[in-house]
Nanobody, 115 residues
Framework: QVQLVESGGGLVQPGGSLKLSCAASKIIFSLYAMGWYRQAPGKQRELVASITSGGTTNYADSVKGRFTISRDNAKNTVYLQMNSLKPEDTAVYFC?????????WGQGTQVTVSS
């Protein structure tokens, strides 16, 4: 069974940093596009950042210049480095893997930005 396991969430003050990790198993990780999504209370899930199997990245306008997505195919892991965090970044962050019609989600990790 495919598993995506996120880690690295937590409570951080505004202006702080966190690095999220998502470890994948039971997929050929290098063939999948990977993404980070987030969902705040009462809001729809939204794409934060994505990275293709070839390494091309894409970011939501709200996080450009602050967040960086990267992947390590040897470790079957995708990362999200989040800097200059704002209260509006508070959400549950989900990892996503896509290849063709196959799509998998992690269970999510909570990020709370508050003083």
């Amino acid at each position: 069974q495919v598993q995506l396991v996120e880690s690295g969430g937590g409570l951080v003050q505004p202006g702080g940093s966190l690095k999220l990790s998502c470890a994948a198993s039971k997929i050929i990780f290098s063939l999948y596009a990977m993404g980070w999504y987030r969902q705040a209370p009462g809001k729809q899930r939204e794409l934060v950042a994505s990275i293709t199997s070839g390494g091309t990245t894409n970011y939501a306008d709200s996080v450009k210049g602050r967040f960086t997505i990267s992947r390590d195919n040897a470790k079957n892991t995708v990362y999200l480095q989040m800097n200059s965090l704002k209260p509006e970044d508070t959400a549950v962050y989900f990892c996503n893997a896509i290849r063709g019609t196959a799509r998998y989600w992690g269970q999510g990790t909570q990020v709370t930005v508050s003083s």
